[in-house]
C-alpha cells in the first residue's frame, strides 16, 4: 500500500547488501548507526527472515531516537501485546531477521487522517518567543 501511494508515504526497501541479519549484532547495530537518519520516530520498520522453520515479516514503529546521535534506539511493538522495547528485545527471539524496509508516514497525510496534535496547536510558531513574534 505504501509503495503504491507516494504521495502519502515514504517507501525505501533496504538492498539485499544492507539486511544485515540480528544475529551479526555488530555489524547490525553499525549499519543503524551509520544510517540513523534513515529511521527517525514516526517510521514504520519491518524486518523478514527466518523465525523457527519459516520466513516471517513482523513491524514495528520507531518512538525515540538518541538526541545526539540521531540512533533509533526505542520501539513500539505488539507482538504479544503493546509495548516500547529495545532493538535488542525486539529481534533476540528471531536472530536471524533483518530490516527489510521503511515506512514513513508524509506530514500531509497523517495531518489529514489523524489531525494536528493538541500539541502542535499549543507550540509557538518556529522563530517565536511564546508565539510573539519580535519587532
Request: charged content about 25%; cysteine-free; glycine content about 6%.
Given at each position: ?41 514516526v ?56 530490516i527489510?524496509?521503511r ?9 489529514t ?23
Open positions: 500500500f505504501a509503495w503504491s501511494h507516494p504521495e502519502w508515504f515514504d517507501a525505501h526497501d533496504l538492498t539485499a547488501d544492507e539486511r544485515v541479519r540480528f544475529a551479526d549484532r555488530e555489524r547490525f547495530f553499525a549499519y543503524l548507526a551509520a544510517h540513523a537518519d534513515g529511521f527517525i520516530p517510521d514504520v520498520v519491518t524486518i523478514h527472515g527466518p523465525r523457527g522453520d519459516e520466513d516471517h515479516y513482523h513491524s514495528f514503529f520507531v518512538v525515540a531516537a538518541d538526541p545526539v546521535t540521531g540512533m533509533p534506539i526505542l520501539l513500539a511493538a505488539n507482538a504479544g501485546r503493546p509495548r516500547v522495547r529495545t532493538w535488542e528485545q525486539e529481534m533476540r527471539n528471531a536472530p536471524r531477521r533483518s527489510r524496509s515506512v514513513r508516514p508524509r506530514l500531509d497525510w497523517l495531518e487522517h489523524l489531525g494536528p496534535s493538541e500539541q502542535a496547536l499549543l507550540a509557538p510558531a518556529p522563530g517565536t518567543a511564546n508565539g510573539a513574534t519580535s519587532g
